[in-house]
């Protein structure tokens, strides 16, 4: 009987293989039929190779059986490896020199046609029908090449933190579900009815957990879920980087992560030696660039003028900044060029975020021009001109309003025209440490105090006397990653001091019995020894996305779920028989899910 | 400040460091007044450092701040590493040699009392406390080594697997209840009400689909889940090293496991070199030693022993194989010794798996001697002495009756008596392969065919005649890997043809309603071309188990579950909030949980 057992994968056999026997086994990708001759390109994970059905060479029994084959079908040959005369040569293939002649061909599987062609990756297909097809989906390329990217940055992950002494922990994922955060997937208890189990949004409290049992260093690269309306570039289940250390300081974990991010991004570019972290405040931060993860690939900060504005007679923005909001400019390398109706849809932009207008002037020549210059005293337009570093051919635009807005809307216009004007090199990778975030914030729509990372975030020292009269103003010791524009992950010092978690328990209005029913656990362990520790948690499928260079956070998950966080292939959520119910004395209709 | 970053670990210093100046933080493992002086065991979890304070040479205010120090107390330190006087050397502490001088001390957290002993390991503490204060149980040592060991089998896996072309890929945890095996975890969806996910069992239908995707070779290290009564070595959350590869037959995944086992068993035992692993088919291990997974630590095999029994006069086992039951025998190398009595507890034991009785003969001299002996020729009691390799001082046990019972009955009883009579050494690691187990048996409690391992394992090509006249004969191409009696791995090839699978489902008596719905997108996926493949999958935890030498599943897992799936430090299975259920559609009371 025929061994299907390859010698080769299809992407390994070199000129230096010629004259070689070999079994090769995979798909056929593609078939052609040449001067009576039939062609097949025969695929792998690893590559393509050329094989030759040639009825001169070979019996009439083999050629029909070959004759028979289609796309997709999986096949297994024995044959000679020969050179392919010199303008046959496909120099786009690693096995392009050379090419099969078949002597065995085994079919081991038929396949139906494929819902979308396999072998035309460039063709666009439409999504539900990748997601409901995954299997061939994957076989298409793209899917598969970020599959093995994930596990690459796995095991370098795995490696280098278990190099710097961190142990790798599983925290239960049937786990318990807590107040804050998001909504819990629940998971219903057989054994006491009406009582749930909550998949885990993230290991937090574990992971402290384990630094008070003295396990030192922790990390987990940790499944994580959570019940939330779905945005595009969020799954119901996504996977955390995440680790913690005792008796460190933010710079040591900074320090560790710098060195991790560093050998990730050589996973996809081998020659990166140095990448710089620079480390900015918060408060600096949202100050430069009106967002706290700003796009630092390109430069054009955000300029504040409140002085310049309040010295001259320009009544629209004084007038903002009496109502105590404030002035802040960007520049416009080269933007001189605009038309007033290119500005004007700028305005419109921003506009949607609050900002009521946008004044501009423009360099063409020595001085600034504009309609509204007139507002200016000389010396000023020299100082607003030296301020944004203006040269000739330069745009500089200008918002004043409450200081929120404008500093959202001047982010998103940044941002905006910095695509626009292709001012940022995609191969760049840009990091910035971002420090000292607010503890806690005021949630609008719930009225009430929230914590802004989680509430086992330690308060800076200095600050602790501020908490109870102040506590939107007290800084935590905090320090969020962020890489061309996007958080990737955020760490902090925690609290390690059993009363301090209860005061901050106690100003996020938890009642004290929330406290004991969710947290009691927790602070009855900070009173048996707690060390000082720190953590840090990032998101693997957002870091995925950026070294993949895909906006599509599918695109990195081998089966993942659609914004209703479904799973279109295996047709996932679905009723359940009867008797399961009943074993969980569970009561519920099910509403019919109409698959495509 | 008193910075508590430490200079090394408690378990670093050696007599190379004496004359330096050292910082340490950890926790107060003992502390002894000795003649005015106060010596601290510092405690991480990389080993302990003494500590002297001696009032003679530090401030009165630091020997005060000493003497409040209790057990648990979290402290950093700074001072001079100083060589102990000759006779104080302590040879069991790899820093014995040494102890620390105190200059400066901090204290970063204050302990409660904790309620068992953290410095005494080998106390036994009642194990609900141990779990309920998991933090405080890992400080003790036992589980804290446990989870290195399983750090390091886990990271030594991934990198063996990935060098062997595997990669790692993780698959939906939100997945799709399935009628065969065990009871699923349901998560209830929000968006669409009434229908649920399903926490994985395992991998097994994601696996096979990376196969069909042509992903070539696959392994996780995937978290499981099954809601049944749990017998003490199972946990409702437990951990599979799972793998699968395409265009392989089962020798090749044979050997790719055993170079990993070996792999894994050097973690524990670095000089071991070559492991072997003995095959035998699932017929002939049953026929050898009554179980598919025998202990081969020791012999002491089954004999049969019918053919002897019909040529001779002894009615009463005769009468069992005119009644087409068997005759079995075991050897118990030096046994003459045992006196009636002793043999009538062997007796007594076997019954309880339905064995009616046991007889037995000694060999006390050149012939056996026993109240049976006259039933046989002397040319008979020649040729059983022969077969069972009877010695002068052996014991023969005879069993005779229904074969599944004899089976079980004399397994129980050749491990009985290997334990009692210490023929197990207990550093030996005895692996075997059992192949072929049959790919059907009948559930006489549901009264239908069931799969012996799942319903994708591919049956012997030779034996797919016999399908559907008998296919309880028919022989899977499975092998199980067994370690110490214990299995702890199988796997098997797949059926990697759509018919082939179609019909086995209607073998299992899987209505095509549910065929459609539950494996409908899987029979579709075998449709498009799929590789012939098998896998393997083996439980981490009983792999630990085994290596970490304990009989205990939780004494492996970082915060295990109970018996009664109830995490007793969380505090979970836990009431949810109204809101939470409302979201769900979910109706039911809970019940109260008493937490002690």
Redesign the interface.
Known sequence: MF????THTCGELRSSHIGKIVTL???IHRRRDHGGIIFIDL????GLTQLVFDPKTISEELFDQASRLRS???I?VKGQVIARTEKMINPKLPTGELEIYVKELEI?????T?PFSICDEDIEVNEELRLK????D??RGLV?HN??L??QL??TT??FM?EQGF???????????T?EGA?????????????????PQSPQ??KQ??M?????RYFQIA?C?R?EDLRSDRQ??F?QIDLEM????PE?IMSIIEELMTKIIQIVSPNTSSISFPKMSYKDCLESYGTDHPDLRFKMPLVRLDDIIEQSEFTVLREQLAQKGCIKAVLVKNGAELSRREIETYTQFVSLFGVSGLAWMKCQSESLSSNITKFFSSELLTDLKNRMQCEIGDLILIAGGEEARINQGLDHLRRKIAKERNLIDPSNMHFAWVTDFPLLRWNTDERRIESEHHPFTSPHSEDLEILNTDPLKVRALTYDLVLNGYEIGGGSQRI??SELQNKIFEILHLSKNVIQ?KFG?FVE????????HLGFAFGLDRILMILAKTENIRDV???P?TQ????L?????????KK?LN?????????E?IWT
């Open positions: 061994d299907y057992r390859r086994s995979g798909w695929r792998d994970r690893f997709e079908w999986v297994s081991l599987s038929s396949s139906k494929p097809y995954r299997y061939l994957i076989r598969a599959l093995l994930r596990h796995m095991l795995r490696n278990s142990v790798e922990i599983s925290t239960p994922i049937l786990g318990k579900s107040p909504r819990d997937y629940l998971v219903p208890s057989r054994i006491y009815p009406g009582n749930f189990y909550a998949l409290i574990f957990l384990l008070i049992s003295g396990m030192d499944p879920f019940d119901p289940e996977t005792s008796f460190g300081k040591d390690h001091n029913e656990f362990a900070l009173e048996y020894g707690a060390p000082p998950i081998a089966f779920k209703k966080a479904s799973d292939m295996i047709q996932t959520p679905a009723k359940v028989e399961q074993d969980l004395k569970v009561q519920i209709e099910p509403i899910i």
